[in-house]
């Protein structure tokens, strides 16, 4: 999909388009068309994601890098060689199971990408994809604007001994 040109690999490890952010689905279709292959595009998404953090900072199961990107692998479901943040997909899965969750989706809620259409998104998103110098305070903005904050779930031993938040 990045390749395709659709958009750019989140911190999330989601693919984050310039109109949806992280909420797409994507499917496949085989045909034996001639098609003319579309080229990689620059949303200026993983600079921002170099700069934010917040999928990281929001994730119960801890499987979001909080650190830089690296091409080395993570665990058997990590591929090497593309420069990307690895999501450890066994920690995000163990933390379902143990949660009795079918997912938290915080990786979602939480990506500064996840806005609706509306003229001020639009702005942001045009000086995010032509300059990482505002970086910084468009995320603070987006903090005061309370935009990504979270509910918070209970691990799943405080579930089991039944504390309460």
Sequence with gaps: ???????ELGRNGLLLTEKYGPRVRLSKVFTDLPLEPDEPI???AQHFCETCGKCADHCPGNA????DRTDQPIDVS????????????EGCLSWWYKSGTTGCTNCIRSCSYNKPAGFMHAIVRGII????????PLLKADDIMGYGKQVLHESPSEKSVGKNR
């Design 64 to 67: 979001l890098l909080k650190g």
């Design 1 to 7: 999909a990045v390749d395709a040109g659709l958009g």
């Design 42 to 44: 620059d949303l200026g």
């Design 129 to 136: 994809k032509r300059t990482s110098l505002f970086d910084g």
């Design 78 to 89: 990590t591929n090497p060689g593309l420069l990307k943040w690895p999501v450890n997909v």
